[in-house]
């Protein structure tokens, strides 16, 4: 079904590879059982591409992620790679896939598993069934906005500067995915900004609303203040469907959303870029977490974040929403089952390792589709 669809497989360094190996094991389920099978590229990234070419990515690397239907990416970095120039720290290897993939528009789901319910450090009545989505500028904002620097003053104090910025058309663009998302979701749209003291928040709120009237009638779009949303995100986070919001606000209320949910085990990622003329958008897959250097090798590392960004590829770069929820039930049923890694073990539960719950996941796929 997919076999001319084509991924990049870039595990990177620490548990990268570890994780990246649960995925390839349901991936040969679905392969088997629904035929639907990719044709896989694997590529380095990070250390272990420096420890072999001198270079956290090379040329031909970043020439695959461009050519590709979509991109999974394990985690970089480690202690052995920290004394490096910041040029060819692991690190630059995903800067880099992010700046010329233009991977404008960041995806962070927030949701609750009902068997991981105590791990949130909300009430379970405040956060039971929490299926939310933040969808974060990544390319532009504060972050990149020029002027920028630290100066001295004529007094030879000095003074540190950054500048937020936003054009009509980079509004619009992330504008447009977070409106996009909600058309498959419950139909509602918080845009998020400080309006009230910034003018670019009062362009993002204008650019939001022009855009909502002319092409997104059937959504529901809401505007709302960025320090009410975090205050809202831990008094109701259920009334939130998909968030967007600039670099810097969405930076910090997604990270807010997702200890919501407990682990960053759990926690799985997208970055798109925009539609080419076929309509294909370049995309990249990754966990929020990094290498764990502290537990690589040890079989420990939760696959689960990992699994969750394979099921947001099926959804979002191949719209097998089916597929992807059968990935997301496996999951819930593995976790229901009472199987658990190290970093969300719980008393009464069976502690397993990376590889015993990947294979869990596989059986209970096996269980679902019998
Ligand atoms: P980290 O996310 O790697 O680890 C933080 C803590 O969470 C550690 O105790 C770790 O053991 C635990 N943890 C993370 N993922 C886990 C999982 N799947 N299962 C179980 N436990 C998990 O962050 P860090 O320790 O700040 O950084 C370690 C290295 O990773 C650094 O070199 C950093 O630069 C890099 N990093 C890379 C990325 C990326 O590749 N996108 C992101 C963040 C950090």
Known sequence: MARNKRLLLLPGDGIGPEVMAEVRRVMAWFDK???LGFEVVDGLVGGISYDRHGTPLTDEVMALALEVDAVLFGAVGGPKWDHLDFSVKPERGL??????????ANLRPAVLFEPLIEASTLKPEVVRGLDMMIVRELTGGIYFG?????ERLADGSRRGVNTEVYSEAEIERVGRVALELARKRRKLVHSVDKANVMESGVLWREVMTALHKAEYADVELRHMYADNAAMQLVRDPRQFDVMV???LFADILSDCAAMLTGSLGMLPSASLGAPDGAGRRRALYEPVHGSAPDIAGQGRA???AMLMSYAMMLRYSFDLADEADLVERAITGVLDGGLRTADIMQPGKARVSTEVMGEAVVSELDKLAA
């Open 33 to 35: 059982r629904r035929a």
């Open 302 to 304: 939760n696959p689960i």
């Open 245 to 247: 919001a600039g670099n």
């Open 95 to 104: 800067l880099r896939l992010r700046k010329e993939m233009d991977l404008f």
């Open 146 to 150: 020029t002027p920028r620097g630290i």
